[in-house]
Nanobody, 117 residues
Framework: QVQLVESGGGLVQAGGSLRRSCAASGSIVSINYMDMGWYRQAPGKQRELVAGISSGGGTNYADSVKGRFTISRGNAKNTVYLQMNSLKAEDTAVYCC?????????WGQGTQVTVSS
């Protein structure tokens, strides 16, 4: 079993920055093989992938955040970060981290990020 615990987020003005963290605990084997990502869901919209990072370090981003957001992994591989810069009002959503490993799916608790214009 793996648990994902998120931190960071909150309220920021447009143009500002926020950093979110997602720490995985539990099965070390699962964590080492875990692909992780950040998803978001805004009111009235479908959940979308914001950024993903594979266990090997490969990354991918939604077009809407390319050049503004950066996903990275800590040296111990059990923590993934989402650095969000140049935030816009349309980035307002509930952000949640997700991990996939050995055929199992894990979600963090999700946190509201609000960008005021």
């Amino acid at each position: 079993q793996v648990q994902l615990v998120e931190s960071g987020g909150g309220l920021v003005q447009a143009g500002g920055s926020l950093r979110r963290s997602c720490a995985a605990s539990g099965s070390i084997v699962s964590i080492n093989y875990m692909d992780m990502g950040w998803y978001r869901q805004a009111p009235g919209k479908q959940r979308e992938l914001v950024a993903g990072i594979s266990s090997g370090g490969g990354t991918n981003y939604a077009d809407s955040v390319k050049g503004r957001f950066t996903i990275s992994r800590g040296n111990a591989k059990n923590t993934v970060y989402l650095q969000m810069n140049s935030l816009k009002a349309e980035d307002t959503a509930v952000y949640c981290c997700r991990g996939v490993a050995l055929g199992r799916l894990y979600w963090g608790q999700g946190t509201q990020v609000t960008v005021s214009s």
